[in-house]
Nanobody, 122 residues
Framework: QVQLVESGGGLVQAGGSLRLSCAAS????????MGWFRQAPGKEREFVAG????????YYADSVKGRFTISRDNAKNTVYLQMNSLKPEDTAVYFC???????????????WGQGTQVTVSS
C-alpha cells in the first residue's frame, strides 16, 4: 500500500501562484509514476500533469501547459505541482495519484490522496 497526503492548497487571486505537495509513505516511492488530477464541482476528474518514476519524463494537460510544473524528490518521497499564472477556471480539488506506468486516465491509478482545495478568485 502507498499512502498519499496532499498539502498546499488555498485561496489565491488570479495571476497568483501556489505550490502543492504530495507526501508518500509505504512502499518504495520511486517505484511509482505519479500524477496530479483535479475535479471541479459538477465535473469529472481530469488529468493535470504526470511524471515518470525517475522524474525524467513529464507531461501536461494542454490547459495547464506552460503554467504548471510537476516535479518529484524521491529522497523525500514527495511530488510537487508548482502552479503559476492561476486562473479562476483552475479552481478545483486537486488530487495526487500513483501507479506503475503513469498515464492520463484516472481509473488506471491505484493510489490516491484525499485532495486539497484550490480556489482562484477573479
Amino acid at each position: 500500500q502507498v499512502q498519499l497526503v496532499e498539502s498546499g492548497g488555498g485561496l489565491v487571486q488570479a495571476g497568483g501562484s501556489l505550490r502543492l505537495s504530495c507526501a508518500a509513505s509505504g512502499r518504495t516511492f520511486s517505484s511509482y509514476a505519479m500524477g496530479w488530477f483535479r475535479q471541479a464541482p459538477g465535473k469529472e476528474r481530469e488529468f493535470v500533469a504526470g511524471i515518470s518514476r525517475s522524474g525524467g519524463s513529464t507531461y501536461y494537460a494542454d490547459s495547464v501547459k506552460g503554467r504548471f510544473t510537476i516535479s518529484r524528490d524521491n529522497a523525500k518521497n514527495t511530488v510537487y505541482l508548482q502552479m503559476n499564472s492561476l486562473k479562476p477556471e483552475d479552481t478545483a480539488v486537486y488530487f495526487c495519484a500513483g501507479n506503475v506506468y503513469g498515464g492520463k486516465i484516472p481509473t488506471s491509478y491505484s493510489y490516491w490522496g484525499q485532495g486539497t482545495q484550490v480556489t482562484v478568485s477573479s
